[in-house]
């Protein structure tokens, strides 16, 4: 089995100071940084949730094969549904100047899901089937308003969810933390998102995508 940090250490390599404050222009660059601050948001809520309540035996946990598989599968699962939240915000607020173009936007987004799900280590557990995750995904598109539900924050449902459902903590003491969890990823993402925007040319990816049609 890998380290505890090895399914994100390739998507979190490719974040540098320099890169990090550089405007997003195109929508390439859009989708790594997507990908990159899903896996970012997952890991840092996930483990730190785990290692908060774990205390002092955090580290011996690892070496239980039940628990380590269980980790194995929530960091999936919390990992896709960030995926998911940042997928639509970053993809309603970058084409937003656009005509309005349901499919382009469906399409786009869809790309972004797919892209971070197939480029993660092919060492996902049997309990976390990518096919499902995409239709899942393609079924959150479905009756997406872009025009004013993608670029709110209140976007921002599955990885709360996720986070609470998959942690493997006794669901007991996951009830008495539950606000505790929700605000660590809520606060997480507001960081996120106030990058991004602040980053975000929303005239230049428009421009690109227009000349490229």
Same mark, same amino acid.
């Given at each position: 089995? *890998?380290?505890?940090?090895?399914?994100?250490?390739?998507? =979190?390599?490719?974040?540098?100071?320099?890169?990090?404050?550089? $405007?997003?222009?195109?929508?390439?660059?859009?989708?790594?940084?997507?990908?990159?601050? /899903?896996?970012?948001?997952?890991?840092?809520?996930?483990?730190?949730?785990?290692? !908060?309540?774990?205390?002092?035996?955090? $580290?011996?946990?690892?070496?239980?094969?039940?628990?380590?598989?269980?980790?194995?599968?929530?960091?999936?699962?919390?990992?896709?549904?960030?995926?998911?939240?940042?997928?639509?915000?970053?993809?309603?607020?970058?084409?937003?100047?656009?005509?309005?173009?349901?499919?382009?936007?469906?399409? !786009?987004?869809?790309?972004?899901?797919?892209?971070?799900?197939?480029?993660?280590?092919?060492?996902?557990?049997?309990?976390?089937?990518?096919?499902?995750?995409?239709?899942?995904?393609?079924?959150? =598109?479905?009756? =997406?308003?872009?025009?004013?539900? /993608?670029?709110?924050?209140?976007?921002?449902?599955?990885? $709360? *969810? /996720?986070?609470?459902?998959?942690?493997?903590?006794?669901?007991?003491?996951?009830?008495?933390?539950?606000?505790?969890?929700?605000?660590?990823?809520?606060? !997480?993402?507001?960081?996120?998102?106030?990058?991004?925007?602040?980053?975000?040319?929303?005239? /230049?990816?428009?421009?690109?995508?227009?000349?490229? *049609?």
């Amino acid at each position: 089995m *890998k380290s505890l940090a090895s399914f994100f250490k390739e998507f =979190l390599g490719r974040i540098s100071i320099k890169r990090d404050s550089a $405007p997003l222009q195109k929508i390439g660059e859009i989708e790594e940084f997507v990908t990159t601050r /899903a896996a970012f948001v997952a890991q840092k809520t996930l483990y730190g949730y785990v290692k !908060t309540r774990m205390g002092t035996r955090y $580290p011996s946990m690892f070496e239980d094969d039940v628990f380590a598989h269980s980790i194995n599968i929530a960091k999936m699962h919390v990992f896709s549904a960030c995926l998911s939240d940042l997928s639509v915000f970053a993809v309603g607020n970058a084409l937003s100047k656009l005509p309005t173009n349901q499919t382009l936007r469906s399409h !786009t987004a869809a790309n972004f899901y797919r892209s971070g799900l197939f480029n993660n280590p092919n060492d996902a557990p049997a309990e976390f089937s990518q096919q499902e995750a995409i239709s899942s995904f393609e079924m959150r =598109l479905f009756d =997406l308003d872009w025009e004013t539900q /993608a670029i709110d924050r209140a976007i921002f449902t599955e990885s $709360p *969810k /996720a986070l609470y459902r998959w942690a493997p903590i006794a669901d007991n003491l996951k009830k008495q933390d539950a606000d505790i969890i929700l605000n660590s990823i809520n606060f !997480t993402w507001s960081e996120i998102r106030q990058r991004y925007l602040r980053r975000l040319d929303v005239d /230049a990816v428009c421009a690109s995508i227009e000349r490229n *049609k």
